[in-house]
């Protein structure tokens, strides 16, 4: 699904992003920071349902895990410290998938949809009714993490500009590394389990770690994402671990076309551009407060008519003919 | 705690168990005869309850209410697997979740469009308001009773139907193997259309005779689903005798999880799916 033209037009789309600080107003360059937080959260989420095969309905879990963390460990008026703060939070993802990991691993197909839908809801259990989580009302963090090295700072979050290019790096980052990853033999494997999981494990490959190892990094790659959204909305409550933060990602993940990490990313940008429009009271008015009847009936849309997503919306419009997608 | 407690919480347990079993009972069928993850059962659930209290309201009677409620949930969804999910059985598992992801949004949005976002109690029918004494200062409500009465009685039709009539036959042989039953004459389309319907009305009358209980609410359905998703994990994909005793196994450590540990109770059913998962991945009834 990749084209030679893919790099060049990721780049352009790149240097326009990181120009749009200069000219954009203030509300939709938070807007669009948002969107790039979504992206590295589909992309994360893209490694194991588009790369590896595996469906989750469970990933608000890692998202909602890390924000929770970063507002735990922040001191209560002050800054917290990046440095410690992150690793602690991508920390306490990657313990998380090693646990469930070895128990939602051992199942498959719709069994996996379930149990990591389970899994998510039992997190939201804690933090929504046990006296550690702060309940439904949730937690403020009023400073944003300082990035410093000895005394200086190297980077000033409170300012939402400086907070948009850094997230626009961190999301060129983890697709870059991503890219990286699924190139590597590492990445090849995973390909190969969703391809045919029994051959990869008659050639020896021992499939259920390199299931777990992707899991492990999907869920710390969304816990960067739910780190990031924690630092910029300032505010977690349980909403965050909510099935239907899963639901959502989930969707921007198919929207986009799954198995193509700038897919993924685009489906972030339609779904929450696409949100952000349909509820837009001066467009639509009264019927504004509707939006998720349009936002359903086009899900339904995309499900019954395009099977590969957006990005392949021209192979889809070319092979109407051929029976597609879809096994056992 | 003294036996008459207890039994309260027994009694609570096994109704809570037996209302869920009626709503996965249609999941665990749908999944198994049919193979389509449906995220959207729930909403029947939620649509059930919705229409008995407005029936109710209009008709004034609750029993003419689910007389009438009944039916129509049978014919939205002959409805719905005529228009949406024929389309879905030959694809992937993803498409299922997306497509039925859409309509929990078109059915809450419709709901709040048609019904508005409030939360409305639904009253007891007079004949059963009662209470029945157990101590000097206990006592139980018949309600409550008939609820598990009724779901009894539905669990026992629905293991008649399927094990001991021509139709349940036909269900069974589509489920092991649906090419060779369409070649020995069974109309598998009529079939799979039935047996959705039939999962709706059951999920949808789960949630009138619970609405009394629980009142109604918005987004009433997504929990019961999620839960229901647990019941068909333990039980095992396909087995209604499966859903039964996890549905029950739920009830109760819901019920109890409750009473004894109630900042903890949120996690006690999830706790029983890590049990069960260690102890069997693929559920306690694994269809053969």
């Known amino acids: 699904m990749r084209s030679k033209l893919t790099p060049l037009l990721l780049l352009v789309a790149v240097v326009l992003l990181a120009a749009f600080p200069f000219v954009g107003e203030k509300f939709y360059i938070q807007l669009i920071a948002k969107v790039m937080i979504m992206a590295i959260f589909a992309m994360s989420l893209d490694l194991l349902v588009g790369y590896t095969g595996l469906v989750s309905l469970g990933h608000a879990a890692f998202f909602g895990l890390a924000g929770y963390v970063l507002a735990k460990a922040a001191p209560q008026y002050a800054a917290a410290n990046l440095w410690t703060t992150l690793p602690l939070a991508l920390g306490a993802c990657a313990v998380f998938a090693l646990l469930t990991g070895f128990l939602v691993l051992r199942t498959s197909g719709i069994y996996f949809i379930m149990v990591t839908l389970a899994f998510s809801q039992m997190l939201f259990f804690v933090f929504h009714d046990t006296p550690f989580g702060g309940g439904s009302d949730g937690i403020y963090i009023y400073a944003k993490p300082e990035i410093k090295i000895g005394a200086t700072a190297l980077l000033d979050l409170e300012d939402f500009k400086v907070l948009y290019w850094f997230i626009l790096g961190l999301m060129t980052l983890v697709y870059l590394f991503l890219r990286q990853v699924l190139d590597s033999n590492f990445g090849r494997a995973l390909i190969g389990i969703k391809t045919n999981e029994h051959r990869l494990r008659a050639l020896g490959f021992s499939t259920f770690r390199y299931k777990l190892a992707s899991y492990m990094l999907s869920g710390m790659l969304a816990g960067l994402a739910g780190y990031l959204a924690a630092l910029q909305f300032g505010f977690v409550n349980p909403e965050i671990l909510s099935w239907h933060v899963s639901g959502s990602v989930l969707m921007m993940v198919i929207l986009g076309g799954m198995g193509s990490l700038h897919g993924a990313a685009l489906g972030a940008f339609v779904f929450i551009l696409l949100q952000e429009t349909l509820s837009n009271q001066s467009w639509f008015g009264p019927i504004a407060k509707h939006w998720q009847l349009a936002m359903g009936i086009f899900i339904i849309a995309v499900a019954l008519l395009l099977p590969h997503g957006l990005v392949g919306l021209g192979s889809t419009l070319g092979n109407r003919h051929k029976e597609t997608g879809g096994h056992d | 705690m003294d036996f008459a407690f207890v039994l309260i919480q027994l009694l609570n347990g096994l109704q809570y168990g037996l209302l869920l079993f009626l709503v996965a009972s249609g999941l665990t069928l749908v999944f198994g005869i049919m193979g389509i993850v449906n995220l959207a059962h729930g909403s029947f659930y939620m649509i059930g309850a919705y229409l008995a209290w407005s029936l109710a309201g209009m008709m004034d009677s609750f029993a003419a209410a689910i007389l009438l409620g009944v039916p129509l949930t049978v014919i939205l969804g002959m409805g719905l697997e005529r228009l949406l999910f024929q389309h879905l059985y030959h694809r992937d598992h993803l498409y299922q979740v997306l497509l039925t992801y859409g309509l929990i949004l078109v059915f809450e949005e419709l709901r709040s469009v048609l019904w508005g976002d409030d939360v409305h109690g639904v009253s007891v029918p007079a004949l059963l308001s009662g209470s029945i004494p157990l101590t000097d200062n206990l006592s139980y409500p018949i309600y409550r009773l008939v609820i598990s009465g009724f779901c009894l009685l539905l669990a026992a039709a629905l293991y008649g139907l399927i094990q001991k009539t021509r139709l349940g036959m036909m269900i069974r042989a589509g489920s092991s193997n649906r090419e060779m039953a369409q070649a020995l004459g069974i109309n598998i389309k009529m079939l799979y259309t ?95």
């Open chain 2, 194 to 288: 039935l047996v959705f319907a039939l999962g709706v009305a059951l999920a949808a009358f789960a949630g009138m005779i619970a609405a009394p209980v629980s009142s109604v609410y918005p987004n009433m359905g997504a929990q019961v689903l999620i839960i229901c998703f647990v019941v068909v994990v333990i039980g095992g994909i396909g087995s209604v005798w499966g859903a039964l005793l996890a549905s029950v196994l739920i009830g109760m450590t819901d019920t109890f999880g409750k009473v004894l540990l109630p900042e903890y109770a949120g996690m006690s059913t999830y706790l029983l799916m890590v049990l069960v998962l260690l102890w069997r991945p693929e559920g306690l009834f694994k269809r053969g």
